[in-house]
Protein backbone atom coordinates (compact mmCIF):
# COMPACT_ATOMS: atom_id res chain seq x y z
CA UNK A 1 0.00 0.00 0.00
CA UNK A 2 2.21 2.79 -1.66
CA UNK A 3 2.24 5.98 0.81
CA UNK A 4 1.52 9.76 -0.19
CA UNK A 5 3.61 10.21 -3.32
CA UNK A 6 4.87 13.66 -3.64
CA UNK A 7 6.71 14.93 -7.24
CA UNK A 8 9.53 16.55 -7.82
CA UNK A 9 11.17 16.10 -5.12
CA UNK A 10 13.47 18.78 -5.65
CA UNK A 11 12.06 21.86 -8.19
CA UNK A 12 14.52 24.92 -9.12
CA UNK A 13 13.14 27.69 -10.18
CA UNK A 14 14.27 31.42 -10.99
CA UNK A 15 12.17 34.32 -9.56
CA UNK A 16 9.07 35.04 -11.55
CA UNK A 17 8.70 31.45 -12.91
CA UNK A 18 5.94 29.20 -11.58
CA UNK A 19 6.31 25.96 -9.83
CA UNK A 20 3.53 22.96 -9.42
CA UNK A 21 4.06 20.68 -7.11
CA UNK A 22 1.57 17.77 -7.03
CA UNK A 23 0.72 15.26 -4.52
CA UNK A 24 -1.11 11.72 -4.42
CA UNK A 25 -2.90 10.85 -1.48
CA UNK A 26 -2.36 7.43 -0.27
CA UNK A 27 -4.95 5.00 -1.75
CA UNK A 28 -8.64 5.15 -0.40
CA UNK A 29 -8.04 9.02 1.19
CA UNK A 30 -9.82 11.66 -0.28
CA UNK A 31 -8.48 14.32 1.98
CA UNK A 32 -5.15 16.16 1.40
CA UNK A 33 -3.58 18.96 3.27
CA UNK A 34 -0.60 21.19 2.04
CA UNK A 35 2.20 22.21 4.95
CA UNK A 36 5.34 24.78 4.41
CA UNK A 37 8.30 24.53 6.46
CA UNK A 38 10.41 27.47 5.30
CA UNK A 39 14.05 26.94 6.10
CA UNK A 40 14.69 26.72 10.31
CA UNK A 41 10.84 26.76 11.35
CA UNK A 42 8.78 24.45 12.08
CA UNK A 43 5.69 23.29 9.78
CA UNK A 44 2.64 25.97 9.06
CA UNK A 45 -0.63 24.25 7.76
CA UNK A 46 -0.80 25.93 4.04
CA UNK A 47 -4.61 24.67 2.91
CA UNK A 48 -7.02 21.18 3.19
CA UNK A 49 -8.80 20.46 -0.04
CA UNK A 50 -11.14 17.36 -0.43
CA UNK A 51 -12.04 15.99 -3.81
CA UNK A 52 -13.24 19.23 -5.80
CA UNK A 53 -13.05 21.55 -3.10
CA UNK A 54 -11.36 23.57 -1.00
CA UNK A 55 -12.21 23.15 3.06
CA UNK A 56 -9.87 25.90 4.68
CA UNK A 57 -7.35 27.85 2.84
CA UNK A 58 -6.31 30.05 6.04
CA UNK A 59 -3.01 29.39 5.86
CA UNK A 60 -1.99 30.07 2.10
CA UNK A 61 -0.59 33.34 1.21
CA UNK A 62 -3.17 35.55 -0.14
CA UNK A 63 -1.11 36.31 -3.69
CA UNK A 64 0.23 33.92 -5.92
CA UNK A 65 -0.64 30.61 -4.02
CA UNK A 66 -3.41 28.52 -5.07
CA UNK A 67 -4.28 24.67 -4.54
CA UNK A 68 -6.77 22.68 -6.22
CA UNK A 69 -7.38 18.54 -6.28
CA UNK A 70 -9.53 18.23 -9.02
CA UNK A 71 -11.52 15.11 -9.41
CA UNK A 72 -9.41 12.79 -10.95
CA UNK A 73 -5.69 13.00 -10.75
CA UNK A 74 -3.13 14.51 -7.94
CA UNK A 75 -3.46 17.44 -5.64
CA UNK A 76 -1.61 20.66 -7.26
CA UNK A 77 -0.06 23.41 -5.39
CA UNK A 78 0.51 26.71 -7.91
CA UNK A 79 2.99 29.06 -6.67
CA UNK A 80 3.37 31.77 -9.33
CA UNK A 81 5.83 34.24 -9.97
CA UNK A 82 8.05 33.13 -7.40
CA UNK A 83 10.09 34.68 -4.72
CA UNK A 84 13.36 33.94 -3.08
CA UNK A 85 11.31 33.71 0.33
CA UNK A 86 8.68 31.26 -1.13
CA UNK A 87 12.28 28.52 -1.35
CA UNK A 88 10.87 25.64 1.61
CA UNK A 89 9.91 22.03 1.50
CA UNK A 90 6.65 21.62 0.90
CA UNK A 91 4.54 18.71 2.84
CA UNK A 92 1.39 16.78 1.50
CA UNK A 93 -0.60 14.77 3.96
CA UNK A 94 -3.99 13.16 3.45
CA UNK A 95 -6.05 11.27 6.14
CA UNK A 96 -9.16 8.68 5.16
CA UNK A 97 -11.44 11.23 6.82
CA UNK A 98 -11.13 14.92 7.71
CA UNK A 99 -11.99 15.16 11.38
CA UNK A 100 -9.39 15.45 14.34
CA UNK A 101 -9.21 12.12 15.32
CA UNK A 102 -7.65 10.85 12.22
CA UNK A 103 -4.27 10.26 11.15
CA UNK A 104 -2.57 12.41 8.56
CA UNK A 105 -0.47 10.95 6.68
CA UNK A 106 2.72 12.66 5.19
CA UNK A 107 4.84 12.73 2.14
CA UNK A 108 8.40 12.79 1.56
CA UNK A 109 7.94 16.60 0.40
CA UNK A 110 9.01 18.84 -2.34
CA UNK A 111 11.87 21.43 -1.72
CA UNK A 112 11.56 24.30 -3.54
CA UNK A 113 14.61 26.19 -4.50
CA UNK A 114 14.04 29.81 -6.17
CA UNK A 115 17.22 31.41 -7.82
CA UNK B 1 -0.10 28.70 18.94
CA UNK B 2 0.54 25.24 20.00
CA UNK B 3 -0.57 24.44 23.33
CA UNK B 4 2.28 21.81 24.13
CA UNK B 5 5.35 22.04 26.18
CA UNK B 6 7.90 20.26 25.51
CA UNK B 7 11.96 20.03 26.55
CA UNK B 8 13.95 21.29 23.72
CA UNK B 9 16.29 18.36 23.50
CA UNK B 10 17.18 14.86 25.41
CA UNK B 11 19.49 12.45 24.86
CA UNK B 12 19.27 8.95 24.84
CA UNK B 13 21.82 5.54 24.79
CA UNK B 14 21.16 3.40 21.96
CA UNK B 15 19.07 0.42 23.25
CA UNK B 16 17.66 1.66 26.37
CA UNK B 17 14.50 3.46 26.52
CA UNK B 18 13.49 7.08 25.25
CA UNK B 19 10.72 8.47 27.23
CA UNK B 20 9.77 12.34 25.88
CA UNK B 21 7.29 13.90 28.22
CA UNK B 22 4.83 16.41 26.67
CA UNK B 23 2.94 18.61 28.77
CA UNK B 24 -1.01 20.18 27.95
CA UNK B 25 -2.13 21.13 31.20
CA UNK B 26 -5.07 23.34 29.26
CA UNK B 27 -6.37 19.96 27.25
CA UNK B 28 -10.31 19.57 26.69
CA UNK B 29 -12.39 16.32 26.89
CA UNK B 30 -12.58 16.30 23.26
CA UNK B 31 -8.70 16.33 22.58
CA UNK B 32 -6.26 13.80 21.48
CA UNK B 33 -3.11 13.86 22.08
CA UNK B 34 -0.57 13.24 18.94
CA UNK B 35 2.88 12.68 18.45
CA UNK B 36 4.63 12.63 14.97
CA UNK B 37 8.56 13.15 14.11
CA UNK B 38 10.71 14.51 11.59
CA UNK B 39 14.10 12.92 10.72
CA UNK B 40 16.49 15.22 9.02
CA UNK B 41 14.78 16.22 5.49
CA UNK B 42 11.72 14.21 6.08
CA UNK B 43 8.46 14.20 5.81
CA UNK B 44 6.71 14.18 9.61
CA UNK B 45 6.20 10.41 10.55
CA UNK B 46 3.11 9.58 12.60
CA UNK B 47 3.60 7.64 15.57
CA UNK B 48 1.03 7.37 17.80
CA UNK B 49 -2.20 9.55 19.16
CA UNK B 50 -4.80 8.93 22.52
CA UNK B 51 -8.05 10.25 23.80
CA UNK B 52 -7.58 9.10 27.37
CA UNK B 53 -6.29 5.20 27.45
CA UNK B 54 -2.88 4.61 27.19
CA UNK B 55 -1.27 3.86 23.51
CA UNK B 56 0.58 0.98 22.30
CA UNK B 57 1.63 0.32 18.58
CA UNK B 58 4.74 -1.11 16.63
CA UNK B 59 6.51 1.79 17.18
CA UNK B 60 5.87 3.05 20.55
CA UNK B 61 3.58 3.30 23.86
CA UNK B 62 1.67 6.98 24.46
CA UNK B 63 1.45 7.07 27.99
CA UNK B 64 -1.42 9.45 29.56
CA UNK B 65 -2.05 10.68 32.56
CA UNK B 66 -5.43 10.27 34.40
CA UNK B 67 -5.90 13.97 34.33
CA UNK B 68 -4.63 14.11 30.83
CA UNK B 69 -2.53 17.18 31.95
CA UNK B 70 0.69 15.77 30.68
CA UNK B 71 1.49 12.16 28.41
CA UNK B 72 4.99 10.97 27.58
CA UNK B 73 5.86 8.96 24.18
CA UNK B 74 8.15 5.43 25.16
CA UNK B 75 10.51 4.38 22.69
CA UNK B 76 11.41 0.84 24.20
CA UNK B 77 14.56 0.27 22.55
CA UNK B 78 16.16 3.74 21.00
CA UNK B 79 18.06 3.03 18.09
CA UNK B 80 20.11 5.52 15.97
CA UNK B 81 17.80 5.65 13.35
CA UNK B 82 15.29 7.09 16.06
CA UNK B 83 17.44 10.19 16.67
CA UNK B 84 14.53 12.84 15.26
CA UNK B 85 12.51 16.06 16.14
CA UNK B 86 9.49 14.87 18.18
CA UNK B 87 6.09 16.40 17.84
CA UNK B 88 3.73 16.50 20.89
CA UNK B 89 0.49 18.02 19.43
CA UNK B 90 -3.12 18.43 20.47
CA UNK B 91 -5.54 18.31 18.55
CA UNK B 92 -9.77 18.41 18.72
CA UNK B 93 -11.52 15.25 17.54
CA UNK B 94 -14.41 16.87 16.07
CA UNK B 95 -14.88 18.89 12.71
CA UNK B 96 -11.57 19.31 10.64
CA UNK B 97 -8.30 20.39 12.83
CA UNK B 98 -5.14 20.92 11.00
CA UNK B 99 -2.00 20.33 12.68
CA UNK B 100 -0.53 22.91 14.94
CA UNK B 101 3.33 21.74 14.96
CA UNK B 102 5.06 23.56 17.88
CA UNK B 103 8.92 23.25 18.31
CA UNK B 104 9.19 19.53 19.61
CA UNK B 105 11.90 17.98 21.15
CA UNK B 106 15.08 16.93 19.75
CA UNK B 107 16.22 13.55 20.37
CA UNK B 108 19.85 12.56 20.11
CA UNK B 109 20.72 8.40 20.29
CA UNK B 110 23.98 7.55 20.50
CA UNK B 111 26.03 4.73 20.65
Known amino acids: NAGVMQNPRHLVRRRGQEARLRCSPMKGHSHVYWYRQLPEEGLKFMVYLQKENIIDESGMPKERFSAEFPKEGPSILRIQQVVRGDSAAYFC?????????????FGPGTRLTVT | DAKTTQPTSMDCAEGRAANLPCNHS???????VYWYRQIHSQGPQYIIH???NNETNEMASLIITEDRKSSTLILPHATLRDTAVYYCIVRPGQGFQKLVFGTGTRLLVSP
Open chain 2, 26 to 32: TISGNEY
Open chain 1, 93 to 105: ASSIRGEGRYEQY
Open chain 2, 50 to 52: GLK
